[in-house]
């Protein structure tokens, strides 16, 4: 690289249940720089949960967490060109990948669902995916193996 890699700017926590993960999942929810609209979607979203969840113990925020935890991927393939071949490689995924892979999938994958409006939509993904089901949690596994199945070319890891 020419230019020296730009500095991480640290997010502020969201007003309501201070974490700095929830910023950045409606930073990546946010569109067109909306980012009040964004929140009212991710809290009514958060809202549905609690009224619709079925175990006691748990808040909304931990089963949204969870969800979060079943849809990152541990590995990725990787195209690498190899004498005129291209392979798709296996390879470990970042931490700070992992989190924003699984935001973006579960964003993804609630944005395609049926429900009415968005936040219904997110609530209906986030419990899907904290029960281990839905469309999120199905690219999850099918990523595990497509890079189980090119476990085969890791040797031409980069």
């Known amino acids: 690289m020419r ?15 201070n974490d700095q993960l929830v ?21 009514d979203a958060m809202d549905i949960v609690e009224e619709k969840k079925q175990d006691d113990e748990k808040t909304a925020l931990e089963l ?13 393939v990787r195209s690498r060109r190899v004498g005129g071949a ?16 699984a935001m973006k999938w579960l964003i993804t994958y609630s944005r395609k669902r049926n429900e009415k ?11 899907a995916a904290s029960k281990e089901e839905g469309a999120a949690v199905k690219k999850r596994l099918d990523t595990h193996k497509m890079a189980e199945a090119n476990k085969a070319f890791s040797h031409f890891r980069f």
């Open 3 to 17: 230019k020296k890699q730009a500095k991480k700017r640290p997010l502020l926590p969201d007003p309501r249940f």
């Open 23 to 43: 910023t950045r999942f409606v930073n990546n929810m946010m569109w067109d720089g909306k980012k009040s609209v964004a929140f009212k979607v991710f809290y």
């Open 64 to 76: 949204w967490k969870e969800a979060l935890s079943n849809v990152m991927p541990h590995v990725e």
């Open 86 to 101: 291209t392979f798709q490689i296996p390879m470990q995924i970042r931490p700070d990948r992992k989190i924003a892979t």
């Open 117 to 127: 409006s968005m936040a219904a939509k997110l609530a209906a993904e986030v419990l």
